[in-house]
Antibody, heavy 119, light 111 residues
Framework: QVQLQESGPGLVKPSGTLSLTCAVS?????????WGWVRQPPGKGLEWIGQ???????NYNPSLQSRLIMSLDKSNNQFSLNLSSVTAADTAVYFC????????????WGQGILVTVSS | QSALTQPRSVSGSPGQSVTISCTGT?????????VSWYQQHPGKAPKLLIY???KRPSGVPDRFSGSKSGNTASLTISGLQPEDEADYYC???????????FGGGTKLTVL
């Protein structure tokens, strides 16, 4: 059973960088899947952020692309998200998820982490 | 504004059936058979219900079914149970630039 767990600061200052890590257990991030991020502003719907493949290639939401970097840490079986120049609009629960390459769906999710952008 | 359009809310009584629609375009829902549906209870992570338009992961009851016609996908829940009360989201592959789009979500109330 694959399990994912997000970690990182719960509070980030405006104009700062939001950095999150997703630790994967029960499976290897070197397997042939995408590893992705989805966020949910309080009381609102889901938004796809982006994905990274075991090869290191990435795809990003065009609306976030200029501020976004995703990467893999194979030695620690985890992947990460860095979103720069954050504003209050980036306040959300951030979920990491395994993104199946054959069918483009998220089959395993982390529990989510609330990140608030505020001074 | 979400890329895929879902009704804000639907409701039904226990034992009844409800259908939630998800309308996109030929660039997403209509162009690929890669629509998935997720159930989300308050404070919880989304849970995969349907993938590839019609397929159910193991462990998901067959009361949940998916379909697609043109640019609109649908999730049908039959034999409604109180625990089905949740938010439901559709998601579609959208090609090599946008990649993924979600619907705005539908709140299901079991009366």
């Amino acid at each position: 059973q694959v399990q994912l767990q997000e970690s990182g600061p719960g509070l980030v200052k405006p104009s700062g960088t939001l950095s999150l890590t997703c630790a994967v257990s029960g499976g290897s991030i070197s397997s042939a899947h995408w590893w992705g991020w989805v966020r949910q502003p309080p009381g609102k719907g889901l938004e796809w952020i982006g994905q990274t493949f075991h090869s290191g290639s990435t795809n990003y939401n065009p609306s976030l692309q200029s501020r976004l970097i995703m990467s893999l840490d194979k030695s620690n079986n985890q992947f990460s998200l860095n979103l720069s120049s954050v504003t209050a609009a980036d306040t959300a629960v951030y979920f990491c998820a395994r993104d199946r390459i054959e069918g483009y769906y998220f089959d395993y999710w982390g529990q989510g982490i609330l990140v608030t952008v505020s001074s | 504004q979400s890329a895929l359009t879902q009704p804000r809310s639907v409701s039904g009584s226990p034992g009844q059936s409800v259908t939630i629609s998800c309308t996109g375009t030929s660039s997403d829902v209509g162009g690929y058979n890669y629509v998935s549906w997720y159930q989300q209870h308050p404070g919880k992570a989304p849970k995969l219900l349907i993938y590839d338009v019609t397929k159910r992961p193991s462990g998901v009851p067959d009361r949940f079914s998916g379909s697609k016609s043109g640019n609109t996908a649908s999730l049908t829940i039959s034999g409604l149970q109180p625990e089905d009360e949740a938010d439901y989201y559709c998601c579609s592959y959208a090609g090599g630039y946008t990649f993924r789009v979600f619907g705005g979500g539908t709140k299901l109330t079991v009366l």
